[in-house]
């Protein structure tokens, strides 16, 4: 697997982890970050 190279890396503390999932929890719970891809969306965000 080639995978090594693209693990996620926090932009923040410089934190690595094997897998994006680690990576958006450490986002979200360490730095208060939302990813728009995942959950419900905004409410801006309908589509209009």
């Not at 680690?22 to 730095?31: G, P, T, Y």
């Not at 419900?40 to 309908?46: E, G, I, K, L, Q």
């Amino acid at each position: 697997m080639d995978y090594v190279i693209s693990m996620p890396n926090c932009s923040v503390c410089g934190e690595s982890f094997s897998d994006d999932i680690r990576f958006l929890n450490h986002m979200m719970e360490k730095h208060g970050f939302r990813n728009p891809n995942v959950g419900t969306p905004d409410r801006n965000s309908r589509g209009y």
